[in-house]
């Protein structure tokens, strides 16, 4: 019978259907329904599935609140006030603006949860910055940029963590909670590499700001440095759910650009709606389609067949972790992060459950291994951003690319190696045990 092949027809036609040319959530609903109907189920399981999963799911309304903040944010003039005070922070070292490059992202991560917002707000202007006059070399400058966004995702807060908490039943606040020191531990090895880079190559210092502008400087950039502060202090005390958190972050982004800074109008504002609904709808697509697929796959067991394959090779929690870090590393090279987080990590997951590896540490381990992709070429989606804001060639970037690729590697391998990077925070707030 044609039901018995339904699974390789699924998968076959999702290659043919994103072959042609369309979009991959597209693909999947079109290859998920015809699944249904060669399996002899109800096609209505589908639009079942994509309400329950979508609109029936109250964590999933976080993201396109994260992205409206993060919107707002980039509109507003808060970008200005950040480099300010990152200037004033680290601009007196070696390779200054570099450095402000890597600690800018890392504040702009607590506003955004966007490697893209990151690379395409923040990480436009100093990229240009860098460039301007040839201070820096426009590889460098580039590749830089294009690697310190990846901590956005990893930084409180973060959509990618978001949509992994949707997908393994996982906490957000914990998952965000978890997610800090990895983050830190990756700004701190990008500083120490271009403080080297910037020695060997003579990098140019910053102009040394006055120590009376201190004080304004940093009294300016507080407002918006709350952000992350109210975001993680409201989860924690209780205050409000990490979906509530997301629509205080954005009412708080509103208050700043609108009130506090009137850098808002409303044509402003009705750009930054068109923009978070395009970008949502993506999103909602996405999912909707990962929904109706990963019911077929979960349909035809193939989660619990991957266990067992893993098993049969007698795979303890460190070959697992290892297996599952050079497939990710390598798939990020030709996917983009919605699919890989979507489609093929609720495959790995009941495995790790079962091998006692803890679903939060495992969540941080893939959501970093993931951004390394965004990196990778010859996909690395960054890469191609950054090109087409700056107009920095690809070739310039990909030569500077790989040390940065090998830096955050290493820290991959420690994070993976040693959970307690990760789980050390949450624990130490109760939330583990």
């Not at 997610?179 to 140019?204: E, H, M, N, S, T």
């Not at 067949?305 to 497939?327: A, P, R, S």
């Amino acid at each position: 019978m044609l039901a018995d092949y339904a699974l390789p027809i699924l998968v076959v036609l999702l290659i043919v259907i994103t072959a042609s040319g369309l979009p991959f959530s597209i693909s999947m609903i079109v290859a998920s329904i015809f699944y249904l109907l060669v399996s002899g189920r109800d096609v209505g399981l589908a639009a079942e599935n994509v309400l329950n999963g979508v609109f029936g799911n109250f964590v999933a309304l976080a993201v396109p609140l994260f992205i409206f903040a993060a919107n707002i944010m980039e509109s507003g003039k808060i970008t200005e006030r950040l480099l300010k005070f990152s200037l004033a922070m680290v601009g007196r070292l070696p390779g200054g603006l570099a450095q402000v490059n890597v600690v800018t992202s890392l504040i702009f991560s607590g506003m955004s949860g966007s490697a893209i917002s990151d690379a395409a707000g923040v990480g436009k202007v100093v990229t240009g910055m860098m460039i301007d006059k040839n201070r820096y070399p426009r590889g460098f400058a580039g590749a830089l940029t294009a690697a310190t966004a990846v901590v956005g995702p990893i930084f409180p807060p973060s959509i990618p963590l978001v949509f992994y908490a949707l997908i393994s039943s996982t906490s957000v606040g914990v998952l965000f909670l978890a997610g800090v020191v990895p983050a830190l531990i990756v700004v701190l090895a990008l500083c120490i590499y271009v403080q080297i880079v910037a020695i060997r190559r003579k990098f140019p210092v910053e102009d040394t700001i006055p120590w009376g502008l201190y004080p304004v400087i940093i009294l300016r950039a507080v407002p918006p440095l709350m952000m992350p502060v109210i975001l993680l202090g409201g989860i924690y005390s209780g205050a409000f759910t990490p979906t509530e958190a997301a629509a205080v972050s954005a009412f708080y982004a509103l208050v700043l650009a609108v009130i506090a800074y009137r850098s808002m109008g409303f044509a402003d504002f009705y750009k930054v709606v068109r923009e978070t609904v395009k970008t949502t709808a993506v999103v909602t697509l996405v999912l909707g389609g990962a929904f109706i697929f990963n019911y077929a796959i979960a349909i035809e067991r193939v989660p619990q067949m991957l266990y067992e394959f893993l098993v049969g090779f007698d795979m303890n929690q460190w070959t697992f972790l290892l297996f599952v870090n050079i497939l990710y590393l390598l798939l990020g090279c030709f996917l983009d992060v919605s699919t890989i987080m979507l489609v093929i990590t609720p495959l790995f997951i009941p495995t790790a459950a079962a091998l006692g590896i803890d679903l939060h540490h495992f969540g941080v381990v893939v959501v970093f291994n993931m951004m390394i992709g965004l990196i990778t070429p010859p996909y690395g989606i960054l890469l191609y951003i950054i090109k087409a804001l700056n107009g920095i060639p690809l070739g310039e970037m990909i030569r500077e690319i790989w040390a940065l690729i090998a830096i955050l590697i290493g820290v991959l391998i420690l994070i993976t190696y040693v959970p307690e990077t990760v789980l050390w925070l949450p624990r130490a707030a109760g939330l583990l045990n």
